[in-house]
């Protein structure tokens, strides 16, 4: 891979799913790589921990810094003091279901958090006369009841606190790069997973549910909705995409995703079926408490501008990433072989 040197990227939401494999990416890139990190008291750095260098080694390329998005000051101050050439918004109350339960949270960090960042990135290029590069990690989820394929020119009809919140945000992009020729661009991304997925959203709960039931540490697995269907896609594959975007001669929006789509259904199936376990109705029971008071059936990227402008499709088949998550997740109950 071509070596980028002395470019410095700041990313919030270091210690996620994505933010972690975005990490990864920029530092085999050769960037300097700055993560923001909440406080928490207990350790959050598990995905991150293999990438983390001893802070008294010289030539050391990855920094983690305090920060939260609902504190502006902080936000502004990180700016100035690290001097990005790119800043990726990752960071977010990313659960769907919770966002019912905690709006005005979700509505804080979620949606105004990104517009905290951009007020300092706007700042930061007109008090430095420096450039600064922004990515917004936008969602499929805004596009909500707009049925599929949904693509950059469909409505969006938000059925969730969280997707108004990243509405809000997304629209705050758009508005910052036009208002004052921000580079400053959405990612607008379908449902992507991996082995380090959180807990508790269905692709990572089934499968490690179906690993603790191969082990005998579990009997059943409760799930509310199994009709709805996502576009479930690789999450580092997306992570090369929204690095794509920043690279381009003109900041735009674009739609990532496999363009294909499965019913929750059909992934509980794939999962016990790779775990080996049988007929998964045996396992598998309904808890109302899962469910949503407005629900986002149908989710299907129409991906043609990101394969035109970016070049990028994506590669990891359905099955191919069930087994994935499947197998990493039996790894860690001690199971190395499911053949
Ligand atoms: P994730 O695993 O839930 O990670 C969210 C990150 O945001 C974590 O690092 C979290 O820190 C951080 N965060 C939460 N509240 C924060 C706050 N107040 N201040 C600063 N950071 C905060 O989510 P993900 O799956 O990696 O997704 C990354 C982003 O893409 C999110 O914005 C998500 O909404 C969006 N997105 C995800 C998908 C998807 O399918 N994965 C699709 C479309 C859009 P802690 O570790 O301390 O909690
Ligand atoms: N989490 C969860 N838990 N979801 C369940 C369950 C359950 O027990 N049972 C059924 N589902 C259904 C949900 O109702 C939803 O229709 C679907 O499974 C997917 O739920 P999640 O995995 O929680 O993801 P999401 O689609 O709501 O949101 C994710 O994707 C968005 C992009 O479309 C998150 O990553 C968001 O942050 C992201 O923006």
């Known amino acids: 891979m071509k070596k980028i040197k002395n470019k410095v990227a700041l990313i919030f939401g270091v210690t996620g799913q994505d933010g972690s494999f975005l990490a990864e990416l920029l530092l085999d890139k050769g960037y300097e790589v700055h993560g923001v990190i909440r406080r928490a008291s207990t350790f959050n750095t598990s995905r991150i921990n293999h990438i983390y260098e001893d802070p008294h080694t010289t030539d050391k390329r990855f920094f983690l810094h305090y920060g939260d998005l609902a504190d502006a000051n902080t936000i502004r101050k990180l700016l100035y003091m690290i001097m990005p050439d790119e800043i990726y918004n990752l960071g977010a109350q990313s659960h769907v279901r919770v966002s019912f339960d905690i709006p005005e949270y979700t509505a804080n960090v979620t949606g105004v958090g990104a517009l905290r960042v951009l007020e300092a990135a706007k700042d930061y290029e007109e008090h430095m006369k420096r450039k600064v590069k922004f990515y917004q990690a936008s969602s499929s989820e805004m596009f909500g009841a707009t049925p599929p394929p949904q693509n950059e020119t469909s409505s969006f009809y938000p059925r969730s606190p969280y997707a108004a919140a990243k509405l ?108 080996g376990l049988g007929n998964w109705k045996k396992y598998v029971g309904f808890d109302s408490r899962y469910l949503r008071p407005t629900e986002v059936e149908s989710l299907i990227a129409d991906t043609r501008k990101a394969k035109k402008k970016l070049g990028w499709k994506a590669k990891v088949t359905f099955p191919e990433l069930v087994r994935i998550m499947v197998e990493a997740d039996c790894r860690e109950e001690g199971i190395l072989n499911l053949e």
């Open 168 to 275: 809000f945000a997304y629209n705050m992009t758009r508005n910052y790069r036009e208002a004052y020729g921000m580079f400053a661009v959405n990612g607008i991304l379908f449902n992507h997973e991996s082995e380090r997925r959180g807990e508790t959203f269905v692709t990572r709960k089934i499968t490690r549910a179906v690993a603790r039931i191969k082990v005998g540490k579990e009997k059943k697995l409760f799930l509310g909705n199994l009709d709805a269907k996502r576009d479930w896609g690789y999450a580092p594959e997306y992570m090369e995409a929204a690095w794509r975007m920043l690279q381009t001669d003109r900041p735009d929006d674009y739609v990532i995703g496999t363009g294909e789509s499965h019913s929750v259904r059909e992934f509980v199936a794939e999962a016990f079926r790779v775990a």
